[in-house]
């Protein structure tokens, strides 16, 4: 197995092979990834793309195209493809790739495809990690297409500098387009699928959905693309570059930054409130069993186990 | 840790019978795995580098067009060129009995020939898994 240390190192020296590994190991919760995401959250640059749809809305096609045109100006490119996973098996059948293979043997493109894994705000718990790994070993920008999304999957926006929000037509009438969640986050509305009917009024019903938002947002521009014939890809790309150059997005990092403690600081309480379990209950199992007998509610055992931190560290204290 | 077994599937050269390769995939994934599919049509190098980005376990391939012998190897050497000789081969199509043994030569641990059923590639990926542990 390779080793931390390597791994590192090879990150530095753009060795697919040490990203690919360090990727794994975030994904898989390793004891030596918050070593290697602590080694590489500072050697970040660059910026990231969240896209994020419908299923079939198009977001691979769309990323494909996205790919190439990035290529073609000389910039390297991450790309992280979530896939749901099974909430019965675990399983997952991870296509997005199918659309990108074309640069499948391009050593400037990495393309990384995730399975959900039971996390379920349209990205995998890991994602974010994924992230740091891809823009730290220099790829710019990472591109980041979530599950196919229905109404109220927001957490790329959390995530990614810029998120493009990729509708099509026939999902709906304007009510949809007026609904909260989904419909907030998109920096830029991305109306693929442009060469089929109804794309005219689906833009009418995005565009009477923006009249109604407050006069000091800033509104999403509406862009239309067709990912399969390439047509108003360089629209989508001018309006990117101008969001690039924002204050919004240098403020997004920031935030991003923060925010990523969110997530490691629900992982710790995990840590750390198994560990209670195993001192209070002699584990996860004894306690379940607890649970089943009807002798102790889950809220009974919880309250315990905080009590219990609560001792622990008046202990601590005191000393 | 919540380890998951990975498993590229591809099909290299021109043939475009991909039924094969989808249903493995799909028994692969209700066991529990992820799966990649990469789609029909690829080169061996495509599937090599896509098996080294995605880090996976295994990679499968399927391919009904009778130039296994030439594509199946092709797929072994670059994986060890680029230095991933750990990951586990294994391949599926129609393929005569006689060349199973070059195959399993130039380095897959495996071929399923028509008729294999789904249980079969799980029971052998997960037996390899445990070996490897």
């Given at each position: 197995m390779i080793s931390t240390t390597d791994i590192i190192r090879g990150i530095g020296e753009g060795s697919t092979r040490a990203i690919a590994k360090a990727l794994s190991r975030v994904e898989n919760g390793s004891p030596d990834s918050t070593t290697i995401l602590d080694k590489l959250f500072s050697r970040q640059q660059g910026f990231s793309i969240g896209i994020t749809g419908p299923p079939g809305a198009g977001k691979s096609t769309l990323v494909n195209r996205m790919i190439t045109r990035y290529r073609s100006s000389d910039n390297t490119v991450g790309v992280i493809a979530v896939d749901p996973s099974s909430p019965?098996?675990?399983?997952?059948?991870?296509?997005?790739r199918i659309r990108m293979q074309s640069h499948a043997t391009d050593p400037k493109v990495f393309i990384r495809s995730m399975g959900s894994r039971g996390h379920l705000g349209g990205l995998s718990g890991a994602t974010r990690d994924a992230s740091v790994i891809l823009s730290a070993a220099g790829?710019?920008?990472v591109l980041i297409e979530t599950v196919g999304v229905g109404q109220a999957e927001v957490e790329v926006a959390e995530l990614a500098d810029i998120t493009l929000l990729v509708l099509v037509p026939g999902l709906g009438d304007d009510v949809q387009s007026m609904k909260a969640g989904i419909m907030e986050i998109g920096d830029i509305i991305v109306l693929n699928k442009a060469d089929r009917n109804g794309i005219d009024q689906l833009e009418s019903y995005v565009r009477a959905s923006l009249?109604?938002?407050?006069?000091h947002q800033r509104k999403p521009e509406v862009v239309r693309t067709s990912a399969v014939t390439g047509g108003g890809l360089e629209d989508l790309w001018n309006a990117i570059n101008g969001l690039v150059s924002e204050q919004t997005v240098k403020d997004r990092k920031s935030r991003s930054a923060v925010k990523t403690l969110d997530g490691i600081l629900k992982e710790n309480g995990i840590v750390f409130s198994k560990k209670l379990l195993e001192l209070e209950y002699n584990g996860r199992k004894a306690a379940e069993e607890l649970i089943l007998a009807g002798r102790l509610s889950p809220y009974a055992i919880g309250k315990q186990l905080l009590k219990r931190a609560e001792r622990i560290f008046e202990d601590h204290g005191s000393k | 840790m919540d380890r998951k077994i990975r498993v590229l599937i591809g099909k290299p050269g021109l043939d475009g019978h991909d039924r094969g390769a989808k249903y493995i995939a799909r028994a692969l994934r209700d066991a529990g795995m992820e799966v990649i599919y990469t789609g029909i049509r690829q080169t061996p190098e495509a599937i090599a580098d896509a098996a080294i980005q995605e880090d996976v376990d295994f990679v499968g391939i399927s391919l009904l067009s009778g130039a296994h012998n030439h594509l199946f190897p092709e797929v072994a050497r670059l994986l060890r060129e680029k230095d991933a000789s750990d990951i586990i081969l294994f391949g599926g199509g129609v393929i005569p009995e006689e060349d199973i043994p070059g195959l399993k030569n130039a380095g897959y641990s495996a071929i399923f020939t028509p008729g294999t059923p789904a249980d079969k590639v799980v029971e052998f990926i997960n037996l390899q898994m445990e070996n490897r542990q």
């Open positions: 019965f098996t675990g399983g997952a059948l991870l296509g997005d790829f710019s920008p009249e109604f938002m407050p006069p | -």
